[in-house]
């Protein structure tokens, strides 16, 4: 039987690896997207109802955009539970300009009764978006493919993060519960 694990897990590799086809064992057909963005280094519809159209934003229009994406949970799986909330952590190159994001936030999940169990509601709260210059890109891959994935300690990732200043934002937001 599918968990929460499992659909958080999908939904990752849906989104990381554009894969919209995915994204129907992760999200049930009504599902309900809400985005709250506290930068304006990325945008997102604040709100997306039904599978179709979320699989259009977080992952269809998302990977036009972006590519060598890695997602990761900032907390251990969930078991059987109704309801997980975590930070998450995210880096990305942008196709077109090259330039290099690395963000952090929260999700706030809902999962469905049904057998198999779906997402029915997912909050992405977007803290903070940092864009580095392209030069970055390769120590930034580096470290993010060298994280667990796609449940990873915070304090792991933040102890290893690169040395740039620009990712200080990050890592203060990766430290905040420790």
Same mark, same amino acid.
């Given at each position: ?20 086809? #995915? ?9 309900? #997207? ?26 269809? =229009? ?27 952590? @995210? ?14 936030? =929260? ?63 990050? @890592?203060?937001?990766?430290? =905040? =519960?420790?």
């Amino acid at each position: 039987m599918r968990t929460p694990a499992d659909i958080i897990a999908t939904y990752i590799r849906a989104k990381d690896g554009n894969r919209p086809h #995915l994204m129907a064992e992760a999200f049930a057909e009504t599902a309900v #997207l809400e985005m709250i963005v506290k930068t304006g280094a990325i945008s997102f519809p604040p709100r997306t109802i039904g599978l179709t159209s979320i699989a259009d934003v977080l992952v269809g =229009r998302f990977g036009q955009t972006f590519e060598n994406v890695y997602t990761l949970c900032l907390a251990p799986p969930p078991a059987e539970v109704k309801a997980f909330d975590c930070d998450w952590l @995210v880096g990305m190159s942008e196709k077109t300009s090259g330039a290099v994001l690395v963000g952090c936030g =929260r999700y706030e999940w809902q999962f469905s009764e049904t057998d198999p169990p779906l997402a029915q509601r997912l909050v992405i709260t977007v803290e903070k978006m940092e864009v580095l210059p392209g030069t970055t890109l390769a120590p930034v891959m580096r470290w993010l493919s060298n994280l667990p994935y796609p449940w990873c300690p915070a304090e792991r990732a933040a102890a290893s993060t690169p040395d740039f200043t620009l990712l200080s934002t990050i @890592v203060a937001f990766m430290d =905040r =519960r420790q």
